[in-house]
């Protein structure tokens, strides 16, 4: 089964850097899309950026351009999201996960989650 564990959030100032790690379990990481989400406290589960198999295509939501890079090391199987300028409007629980449907958008399109790690930015 598939497992994917986050690691790097933390306590940060507004303007301040953090970089999230997944790590993946399976031979298989390198075959899949994968994705950053997260989310606010009384607020759905929004998409923040994506990477294809290669990590060659990338994707990103409007808010985070410019700002977030992800990116993936399939010998490792791990994805990184790299977060620098962070706002306190970033303050989330981010959650890795696994893309198996059409869209990178989308959340019913990812098939594993990892449980998430909280970033939480300050001001």
């Known amino acids: 089964q598939v497992q994917l564990v986050e690691s790097g959030g933390g306590l940060v100032q507004a303007g301040g850097s953090l970089r999230l790690s997944c790590a993946a379990s399976?031979?298989?990481?390198?075959?899949?899309?994968m994705g950053w989400f997260r989310q606010a406290p009384g607020k759905e589960r929004e998409f923040v950026a994506g990477?294809?198999?290669?990590?060659?295509?990338?994707y990103y939501a409007d808010f985070v351009k410019g700002r977030f890079t992800i990116s993936r090391d399939n010998a490792k199987n791990t994805l990184y999201l790299q977060m620098n300028s962070l706002k306190p409007e970033d303050t989330a629980v981010y959650s890795c996960?696994?893309?198996?449907?059409?869209?990178?958008?989308?959340?019913?399109?990812?098939?594993?989650w990892g449980q998430g790690t909280q970033v939480t930015v300050s001001s």
């Open positions: 990477a294809n198999w290669s990590g060659g295509s990338t």
């Open positions: 399976g031979r298989t990481f390198s075959s899949y899309g």
């Open positions: 996960a696994r893309k198996y449907g059409s869209s990178f958008y989308r959340t019913v399109d990812y098939d594993y």
